[in-house]
Every structure is written in C-alpha cells, then in structure tokens.
C-alpha cells in the first residue's frame, strides 16, 4: 500500500517541526523523524488502529502527544490529519466531520 499525507496534516507536520525547533536545537528534526517513523509503521499496521469521529482510524504517536487521523481507501492509506493531542477534542472532532479534502 502507498501512503498519501494531505496538504492538511503536512501543514500541521510543519507547525509542530517549528515549534519544536523553538523549544530546543535538533528537537524539530527529532519531531520530524519521529512522526515519519510512526507514519511509515501504517505500512504493516494500518487498520488495526481504534475508529474514531465515524470512519478515521487514530495512531499515537509514539514519542510526541500526536495522533495520525487516516483511512485505508482501496491501496492507498490517506492521511486526513496529524493532531497535536493537548488541542480541544472537540475542535479535532469539528475538523475532522467537516473534512473533504484527501
């Protein structure tokens, strides 16, 4: 299976690289490779992962309080959303349930 990140969610890969890299010299790089680690495991573990918000499997991160918002369509693993955890889950919900775009 191939693996698609939405404009969305490398937006939001982006914004938690710069505030990391403000926290600490190397952190955002270590952000980085770490949140592409968990996104790379989905090639062995996709789907086994909880649902949540009606139809988006949730991965958490391993070494950042993240989670990866996905569905597996046909051979293609799409990710909708990479959401920093300590957010409102009511705003994750919102965004998620109005979301179109793959």
Not at 19 to 40: I, K, P, R, W
Not at 75 to 92: C, E, K, M, S, V
């Amino acid at each position: 299976m191939r693996i698609e990140i939405s404009s969305f969610a490398q937006r939001q890969l982006q914004a938690g690289y710069r505030f990391y890299a403000s926290q600490s010299d190397g952190l955002g790089d270590y952000f980085l490779d770490s949140m592409m680690a968990d996104v790379e495991s989905l090639h062995i573990h996709a789907g086994v992962h909880a649902v949540f918000f009606g139809n988006y499997h949730r991965l958490l991160a391993r070494r950042f309080p993240y989670s990866v918002y996905y569905r597996i369509e046909r051979d293609t693993i799409r990710i909708y959303a990479i959401f920093d955890n300590r957010r409102n889950p009511d705003l994750i919900r919102q965004r998620l349930t109005r979301r179109r775009e793959p």
